[in-house]
């Protein structure tokens, strides 16, 4: 399995943008989350989407402005994210999974390199 991410930057408070992540190696069976990280605190927990039914999750933090989404044909995940604020700042990375949903990183084994999005 390999996780690459993409489409992060800086941008001001109010902004969006959409992060990208291609995957190789993985069916439609999957669990793919989004996390971030700060350095110095722990992996969050971002948002989630179990593959066969499409259901998606997301931490209270995020929920109204990010949406998760999967792209079968492409084997992609995308996280677009809007109405960033300074605290969004941070790497985001995807993560994938079998076997079930979990919102907790030590639960994922694959990861991608992440993304740094930086809002001022």
């Known amino acids: 399995v390999q996780l690459v991410e993409s489409g992060g930057g800086s941008v001001q408070a109010g902004g969006s943008l959409r992060l990208s992540c291609a995957a190789s190696g993985i069916t439609y069976k999957y669990c793919m989350a989004w996390f971030r990280q700060v350095p110095g605190l722990e992996r969050e927990w971002v948002a989630r989407?179990?593959?066969?039914?499409?259901?998606?999750y997301y931490a209270d933090s995020t929920k109204g402005r990010f949406t998760i989404s999967q792209d079968n044909a492409n084997n992609a995940l995308y996280l677009q994210v809007n109405n960033l604020k300074p605290e969004d700042t941070g790497m985001y990375y995807c993560?994938?999974?079998?076997?079930?949903?979990?919102?907790?990183?030590?639960?994922?084994?694959?990861w991608g390199q992440g993304t740094q999005v930086t809002v001022s």
């Open positions: 989407i179990n593959m066969p039914s499409k259901i998606s």
């Open positions: 993560a994938a999974k079998t076997n079930g949903c979990t919102t907790a990183a030590n639960g994922f084994p694959y």
